[in-house]
């Protein structure tokens, strides 16, 4: 009687692994470089537009007293 339990525990157990799905992976669309304009430049994915991203970033730190300000950098 106890092994008759665990087989029918084994059985149903099988049968709920077998109901897993597994979805289909989206194919990637990765960036396409355009070299009409230069190093840098790449596609806007699902157009031909052609776009380079840039810039830079600064900072200024400062000390001196309320009157005035001497830069250190």
């Given at each position: ?50 776009l ?22």
């Amino acid at each position: 009687l106890l092994g008759s339990a665990a087989a029918l525990i084994a059985v149903s157990g099988a049968r709920a692994a077998d109901a897993v799905v597994v979805a289909e992976p989206e194919p990637a669309e990765y960036v396409k470089i355009c070299d009409v304009y230069g190093s840098g430049y790449f596609y806007i994915p699902g157009t031909e537009t052609c776009l380079r991203i840039g810039g830079f970033v600064r900072y200024d730190i400062g000390i001196g007293d309320r009157e005035g300000h001497q830069d250190v950098a």
